[in-house]
Structures are given as structure tokens and as C-alpha cells.
């Protein structure tokens, strides 16, 4: 099912295999899409990082924080975005017990399944912590003037290397 909803929307491209071809080497490769199925939204993923004290925060698609841990690592993979209609606007419709899913840039996907949503202050920031399980942490702003953020946090359910 998840094959045929990614095939509609052209969300990548299968590679072809080869009879002799080996399976690929489980390396570790940054997110490039993020699919938030509650929302019928592909998001695209580039990199993030604070710059004295502001984020650099992608205005047509996400951001994945580059000191936080890969998908494929243990630790807390950190992706964050503006509250627009067309990146997380509506990102509170995800509920506990959702899949969400990270498409890696050589293609691989790591599945989630949140079991966390909340809103916090912005100076809370030990929600992006590294942590020792593998975990997914969204956020974007909420509240009166952007004066909370909005947070997914995600288990980390299956990978799968062989699309």
C-alpha cells in the first residue's frame, strides 16, 4: 500500500535489480523527503543548523538539523519547518499511534510510529537532546505570535533497504 501511494506521486524512483546484482551496503545517508500521510504531504528535506541564535529554517520545505543523529543511528532525528499551510500547517492532525516516513537520499525510508504530541516554550530545547533509542522529533511554531512550538515525537518502527 505505502508502494502504491509513493509510485502516484513519483516520490522516487525504483531501481531496477540485476540478477547478479549484491544487496546494497546499509550505510548511513541524509533525509531527503519526509511523508506525513495524515496530511497527504511530501515534504522536501534539506540541511539545518543554528547560526548564532537563529535557526536557518527552509521556506518550501523542511529542515533536518544536521547535529542531530541520522535516521539510520540511534539517537534523535530532528526535522523542523514553518507552521504554512503548505509545509506543517495542520501538523497537529498527526496523532499518536500514525506512521510517518524519512525517504533517504539513496533512497532507502525509515518508518515511524508517533506515540508523543505536545506544545512547548521555545526555550525548551532539550526536546532536540540526543537520546538512546531511535526516535523522530518534528516541530514547528504554534500559539499567539509563534510564542510555542508544536512537537511529533516518533519511534522508529522499521528500514527498509531493498525498494
Known amino acids: 500500500m505505502l508502494y502504491v501511494a ?20 546499509k550505510s548511513a545517508a541524509k533525509p531527503a523527503k519526509l511523508y506525513i500521510p495524515q496530511m497527504r504531504r511530501i515534504l522536501y528535506v534539506s540541511d539545518g543548523y543554528a547560526q548564532g541564535n537563529r535557526w536557518t529554517v527552509s521556506e518550501t520545505g523542511v529542515s533536518y538539523l544536521i547535529t542531530s543523529a541520522l535516521p539510520q543511528e540511534t539517537g ?8 504554512r499551510k503548505s509545509i506543517l500547517g495542520g501538523l497537529w ?7 510517518l ?8 525510508f525509515v518508518k515511524y510510529q508517533v506515540f508523543e504530541r505536545k506544545e512547548i516554550k521555545p526555550t ?4 532536540i537532546n540526543q537520546t538512546d533509542d531511535s526516535r523522530l522529533t518534528l516541530y514547528t511554531c504554534s500559539g499567539f505570535l509563534d510564542t510555542a512550538r508544536f512537537v511529533i515525537v516518533a519511534q522508529k518502527v522499521a528500514e527498509s533497504y531493498n525498494i
Open 6 to 25: 509513493f509510485q502516484k506521486v513519483d516520490f522516487w524512483q525504483i531501481p531496477k535489480a540485476s540478477a547478479t546484482s549484491q544487496e546494497p551496503k
Open 93 to 99: 492532525r498527526v496523532q499518536n499511534g500514525d506512521f
Open 101 to 108: 516516513y524519512v525517504i533517504l537520499e539513496n533512497g532507502e
Open 124 to 127: 525548551q530545547v532539550e526536546i
Open 76 to 83: 534523535n532525528t530532528v526535522i523542523y519547518g514553518h507552521n
